[in-house]
């Protein structure tokens, strides 16, 4: 197991309509999907797409664990900041720290674990090293 650099990543999100329940808070399974928003930039700004790593590399990479914390709620038009830091890196895993905050106020916080799969075998495989290559480790 790696470590990894103390880079931050951070994407704003601005809460919709359409990301609240009937009591105009943010449902708590779109904190999931600002993270994969977050993760999924992250990644683009290293210089991948998703889609040319499964056809060039054949390889996928998916959230293979969650663990949220719900600090306090996110509401109709909430201006947050959500942010991705890579913790550990494993031999076919990559842990990240994610948080949510508004005003620099932390609402949510989130380790995700994602494992790089196989395209045919959907079964793990090692990260390859052009990708670690690419994501500046200590």
């Not at 914390?69 to 494993?90: C, E, F, H, N």
Request: charged share 25%; glycine share 4%.
């Amino acid at each position: 197991m790696k470590s990894a650099s103390n880079k931050v990543f951070s994407i704003p999100v601005r809460i919709y309509y359409e990301d609240t329940d009937t009591g105009g808070v943010v449902y708590y399974a779109n904190y999931l999907r600002f993270m994969e928003r977050a993760r999924t930039d992250w990644l683009r700004a290293q210089g991948f797409e998703q889609t040319a790593l499964a056809d060039e590399h054949q390889i996928v990479l998916a959230v293979k664990q969650a663990n949220i914390k719900y600090l306090k709620p996110a509401k109709l038009d909430d201006s947050l900041m959500v942010s991705a830091k890579i913790t550990r890196i494993g031999s076919a895993s990559i842990t990240f720290n994610q948080q949510v905050s508004r005003d620099r106020e932390l609402i949510c916080d989130g380790e995700v674990r994602i494992v790089c799969l196989d395209t045919i075998t959907f079964k793990p495989k090692a990260i390859p090293e052009f990708f670690l290559d690419k994501i500046h480790l200590n």
